[in-house]
C-alpha cells in the first residue's frame, strides 16, 4: 500500500515497467499496456515521467514504424539492479525461514496460482465461446525449432523451480537432438502443443532408450508446457496423446524420472495411472535434487 516500492522512489506501476522492459529488452507503449493491464493514457504519463527522469530512452520499433520501441538507460539498467537486489533480498530472507526442502514447494505454488491467475485472464478476454474448438492443437512428429523451444521451455522452468543452469539445458538438448532422427521407427513418438505455429508444450516417448535394461519399457520424456500455459488442463491432453500411444504399442509399461516437489505434474502422472516407483538423492543436473522415478503398466486399449 505504499507509495513507492522495492526501495526505489517509484511507484509500483513504474517498477513492474522497468522489470518488464529490461526481461524482453525493450516494448513499445503498446505491449505495455497488454502486459501491465492499464489504460493508455496511465501508461502514456508514467512513461513520459520516466523519460524525463532518464530511466528509459525511446527509439524506432523493428516491426512498426508508427511505434517507439522503449529501452533502458544506463541509469535505467542501475535502477533495475538496485530493485533486483532488493527482490532478492526481500525473498532470500523469507526463504531462510522455511526449511530448504520446501523452497521448491513455494515455488511450483506461486508458479501453479500463476498460470491460474493467467488462465482466468485469457478465458474473461476470450468471452464466452459455445462448442468452439480449443485454441490449442496438439499434433504429432517433428516441427521446426522443436528442440529449441523444448530446451527454451525446460531450461527456464527449471532454473527457477530447481536453479539448474548449463549442465541441465545441455543434456536436455543433447538428449533430444539423439532422440529425433529416431522418430522413423514406430516404437518412438513426440507430440507438440500449437498455439498457431507457436511451440508452447512437447512430450514424447522413446521406445528405444531403456531396452539395454529390459525390452518393452517406454521412456516418457520432456513433458514441458509453456510458463503461463499450464492450469488448463493443456499438460493432461499432452499426457493422455503420450500414455495412448504406448499402450497401442504393447509396451509392458512406461517410466519417467522426475524430482521431488512438482506437485501439480505428480497429480497429472497419478491421475494417468503413473506410481511412485523409488527416488533418491542426485546432482547429476548441476544441483541437489530429490529423483524421482514412477513406473505405469501397460493398459490394455479399450475396444470400440
Known amino acids: 500500500m505504499k507509495a513507492t516500492l522495492a526501495g526505489t522512489e517509484l511507484p509500483a506501476s513504474a517498477v513492474h515497467t522497468l522489470i518488464e522492459i529490461g526481461d524482453r529488452g525493450g516494448l513499445t507503449a503498446t505491449e505495455l499496456c497488454e502486459r501491465l493491464n492499464l489504460e493508455k493514457s496511465s501508461v502514456s504519463r508514467m512513461l513520459r515521467k520516466l523519460i524525463d527522469a532518464g530511466e528509459l530512452a525511446e527509439g524506432n520499433s523493428d516491426t512498426d514504424g508508427r511505434a517507439k520501441r522503449l529501452t533502458l538507460t544506463a541509469q535505467g539498467r542501475r535502477t533495475l539492479a538496485t530493485i533486483d537486489s532488493f527482490a532478492r533480498e526481500q525473498v532470500g530472507g523469507a526463504l531462510a ?9 513455494v515455488v ?23 462448442g468452439a474448438a480449443p485454441a490449442i492443437r496438439i499434433e504429432q512428429g517433428y516441427r521446426p525449432g522443436l528442440i529449441g523451444r523444448a530446451v527454451e521451455m525446460h531450461a527456464r522452468f527449471y532454473a527457477r523451480a530447481h536453479g539448474f543452469g ?3 539445458e545441455s543434456k536436455v538438448a543433447a538428449g533430444l537432438a539423439e532422440f529425433l532422427p529416431r522418430l522413423d521407427r514406430p516404437c518412438n513418438a513426440v507430440w507438440t502443443a500449437l498455439d498457431g505455429d507457436r511451440i508452447v508444450g512437447t512430450i514424447a516417448i522413446d521406445g528405444e532408450d531403456l531396452s539395454s535394461q529390459a525390452p518393452g519399457i517406454a521412456h516418457l520424456r520432456w513433458f514441458i508446457v509453456e510458463d503461463g500455459r ?4 493443456l499438460g493432461r491432453r499432452l499426457l493422455d496423446e503420450a500414455v495412448a500411444f504406448t499402450d497401442r504399442s504393447g509396451f509392458a509399461e512406461t517410466r519417467l524420472w522426475t524430482f521431488r516437489g512438482l506437485d501439480a505434474a505428480r497429480r497429472l502422472y497419478e491421475a494417468a495411472g503413473f506410481a511412485l516407483a523409488a527416488e533418491s538423492p542426485g546432482s547429476q543436473w548441476g544441483s541437489e535434487v530429490v529423483e524421482q522415478s514412477f513406473v505405469r503398466p501397460f493398459v490394455r486399449p479399450r475396444r470400440s
Open 97 to 105: 525461514c522455511l526449511p530448504a526442502a520446501d523452497h521448491a514447494m
Open 108 to 130: 511450483q505454488g506461486l508458479r501453479l496460482y500463476a498460470d491460474a491467475l493467467h488462465a482466468r485472464r485469457a478465458a474473461k478476454t476470450a468471452g464466452p465461446q459455445t
Open 166 to 168: 548449463a549442465v541441465f
Open 230 to 233: 499450464r492450469g488448463g488442463g
